[in-house]
């Protein structure tokens, strides 16, 4: 019994910490995309992605524990990358917000 209980609780913290992915947060936009949501959730999408980008744990660990410049490089481009797409996403649905 206490191993189901054990099993239920980190599959639920697991799905706490998955929102806080960026790539969920894509995931959560092409969702929306595909059921055809407003453009101002889209938007608060994008800005979500941008900030996860901009506050990636992995990014800020590396650069205070002191990891080698390649670690830091790796995810400091991945940390930009990702900023970017939330920033051309919220830019598209603003965009086309306007548009319409």
């Known amino acids: 019994m206490q191993q189901i209980l054990l099993v ?9 910490i998955s929102k ?7 995931y959560r936009l ?16 994008g800005r979500n992605i941008a900030l996860l980008g ?6 800020w660990f590396a650069l ?10 790796f995810h400091a481009c991945h940390s930009s990358i990702v900023f970017l797409i939330g920033v051309v996403i919220m830019i ?3 965009t086309n917000k306007k548009q319409n």
């Not at 806080?20 to 947060?25: E, P, R």
């Not at 092409?30 to 999408?45: D, H, P």
């Not at 901009?54 to 990014?59: K, M």
């Not at 205070?64 to 490089?73: E, I, K």
């Open 64 to 73: 205070f524990s002191g990891a080698d410049l390649s670690v830091l490089t």
């Open 20 to 26: 806080w992915c960026a790539y969920s947060q894509m």
């Open 30 to 45: 092409l969702l929306a995309l595909f059921n055809g949501a407003e453009w101002s959730e889209q938007t608060k999408v």
């Open 92 to 94: 598209i649905s603003l």
């Open 54 to 59: 901009i506050f990636c744990p992995f990014f």
């Open 8 to 16: 239920k609780t980190i599959s639920k913290m697991l799905s706490g």
